[in-house]
């Protein structure tokens, strides 16, 4: 009984740390569009109502274009780098690899160079002799 009381509490504490997560963000924004506005010389010409959905619109673009920027250029290394740290992934491409290559052997088919290259690339992968 006592067991199950902490298992509810820590699944509790669980969820409040994942809301938090999500929702912490979000406070901070509102955070910092309080303070932006407070601490300019916006509120003397413009506002609150109009200045509110003018800077989350401008902080959308913004934020869609920094996005936009790391999808194009930071995943794809980031996924390159991930893909080559995965040594049992690598193993079973190899695995595979090496069954096909054998299998076109077996019916008299031309094995493509490429085919040949990735599978030692991925032994390099294995050993972990990627540079």
Same mark, same amino acid.
């Given at each position: 009984?006592?067991?199950?009381r902490i298992k509810k509490l820590? #699944?509790?504490?669980?969820? +409040?740390?994942?809301?938090?997560?999500?929702?912490a963000p979000l406070f901070g924004f509102i955070n910092f569009l309080l303070l932006f506005y407070n601490f300019t010389a +916006?509120? #003397?010409? +413009? *506002?609150? %109502?109009?200045?509110?959905p003018i800077f989350i619109i401008g902080s959308g673009v913004l934020f869609l274009f920094v996005g936009k920027m790391f999808r194009k250029k930071q995943m794809g290394i980031d996924n390159d780098l991930a893909? %080559?740290?995965? *040594? #049992?992934?690598?193993?079973?491409?190899?695995?595979? +690899?090496e069954y096909q290559r054998d299998l076109m052997k077996h019916l008299n088919m031309p094995v493509p160079a490429e085919l040949e290259e990735r599978i030692t690339f991925m032994r390099k992968i294995e050993e972990g002799n990627v540079k």
């Open positions: 009984m006592k067991t199950r820590k #699944q509790k504490f669980y969820d +409040l740390r994942m809301a938090w997560a999500i929702i +916006l509120k #003397q010409y +413009l *506002p609150f %109502e109009i200045f509110i893909y %080559e740290r995965a *040594p #049992q992934g690598a193993k079973t491409a190899r695995i595979m +690899l």
